[in-house]
Structures are given as C-alpha cells and as structure tokens.
C-alpha cells in the first residue's frame, strides 16, 4: 500500500497534511503517538470514511478512491476505532451480512463457534474484537488498517489478536497498518513502526529498536505544544 501526499481534516485547517507512508506487502507497520496526534484521521482517509481527503492511494498498484465500501472491494479492509459490530444481531448474523464464512471464522477464534447465535452487543470486549477482526480478515484484503485493537483489552486477550495478525501478515502477503499507542505491544508485533506527532510522521524505526529506544519516541508522544499529564496518562496507558 501507497499513500503520497495524504491531507484530512475536519474543518478549515487540515490535521494530516502532505502525508506520505507505504506498507510493504507482508509487512506490518505500527502508526504510534499520543491523543490527538492524527493516527485515525490518517486511517480513516485511507479507507475513505472522510470524505473529502486529497492523496493518492495505492493496494497492489490498484489506485483507492471514492467511498468506503468501494476502497473495500478494492481489497481494503478496515476495523476501525471502537467495536465496530452489530450490537443486535447475532454473531452468525454479524458474520452473514459481510458475506463471510463462520466455520472460517471459528477456525480463526474458536471461542466465537460457543457464540455465534449470541447477540454480538453481548459478547465481552475481546470476543468482540476477534469478531471485527476476523470478519475482516475472511474478506480477503490485500492492504489492512487496524485502529486501536488493544484498547480495554486484557493482555493475553491483545496476545492474541497480535499473533492472529502476525499469520495472517505472513502467510497471506499482506500490508498491515495499525494504529497502536503501547509501545510495548508495538514492539511485539510491528517490522516498522511511524511515530506521529501534530499530523506527521516524526520518527520511523524498525519495529525491533522501539524498545531501545522508547525514550526518543516518548519524548515524541509528550512534546508537542498542549501535552498536558492528562495526554501523558493516555499516552502510558
Ligand atoms: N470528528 C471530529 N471533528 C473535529 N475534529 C476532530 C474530529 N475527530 C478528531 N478531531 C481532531 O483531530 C485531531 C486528530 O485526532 P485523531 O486523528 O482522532 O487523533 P488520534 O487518533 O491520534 O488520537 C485532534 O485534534 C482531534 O481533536
Ligand atoms: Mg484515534
């Protein structure tokens, strides 16, 4: 995935602006930074769910344009920030309207097979998140953007959905972007990791010297102008 020249907003003053990243197939890159920073503006540009971001975008050498479910035909797949589930419907039913597979999905987390006929608005905050996951994982995309899986989340739960992305990085060649503010987990699962502050990219490291180097990179989280100890909580997790 190829993005060049990527500016957002939501009003007059843009807050990503002249953004370029890519994500090479297999490869997943790690977006981190501090509240406010830009990661879901950027992703949410990408997949189109604003609508009047400018930037050309590229999966595969196949240009992402127009509304959201267009770029996901276009091999986009997209789990954006919150559980983004059916609360009312059942977990089969959740499933039946991506036009994905149960049985493949349970293969990927067993533990939904026991909830399928549940309605998803009932299952716990993992269970949730291996649903939005996995549902967008069966779809087969090409390019993957992840917002804030981790977030609420039980560490050995985040383990999990970690080591499923992982797999499915690898063994199914595609780009991963995820937006993630523990570093640590970062360090666990990204081979790139972007360090956003105020809409830019402000520092790139490979994913193994984030541990190392956590110093530099927080001292990008905690220094832009309006960092309060509110933000510096947030940031820590
Ligand atoms: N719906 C919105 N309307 C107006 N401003 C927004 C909206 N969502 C986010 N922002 C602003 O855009 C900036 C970046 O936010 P966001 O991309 O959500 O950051 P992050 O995901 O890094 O925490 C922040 O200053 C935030 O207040
Ligand atoms: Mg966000």
Do not use: W
């Amino acid at each position: 995935m190829d993005v060049r020249g990527l500016t957002a907003g939501y009003g007059h003053a843009p807050v990503v602006e002249g953004l370029d990243l890519s994500v090479a197939s297999g490869e997943i890159v790690s977006v981190l930074g501090r509240n406010g920073a830009g990661k879901s503006t950027t992703l949410m540009a990408i997949s189109g769910v604003l609508p009047r971001a400018k930037g050309a975008i590229t999966v595969d050498g196949r240009v992402l344009s127009g509304p959201p479910h267009k770029r996901s035909r276009s091999d986009l797949g997209l789990v954006l920030e919150g559980r983004s589930v059916f609360a009312k419907l059942s977990v089969a039913q959740n499933l039946k309207i991506a036009g994905v597979s149960a049985d493949e999905v349970t293969e990927i987390f067993p533990e939904l097979g026991k909830r399928i006929g549940v309605p998803a608005g009932m299952l716990s905050g993992g269970e949730q998140q291996m649903l939005s996951l996995a549902r967008a994982i069966c779809r087969r995309p090409k390019a993957l953007l992840l917002d804030e899986l981790s977030f609420g989340l039980a560490p050995v739960v985040c383990d999990r959905l970690f080591e499923t992305i992982r797999d499915f990085a690898r063994t199914s060649n595609v780009a991963v972007l995820l937006v993630e503010q523990h570093i640590a987990y970062a360090a666990d699962v990204a081979d790139r990791a972007l360090v956003m502050s105020e809409g830019r990219i402000g520092l790139e490291l490979p994913g193994a010297e984030l541990r190392e180097r956590e110093e530099e990179v927080e001292a990008l989280y905690l220094g832009g102008p309006g960092a309060t100890p509110a933000d510096q909580v947030a940031a820590e997790g």
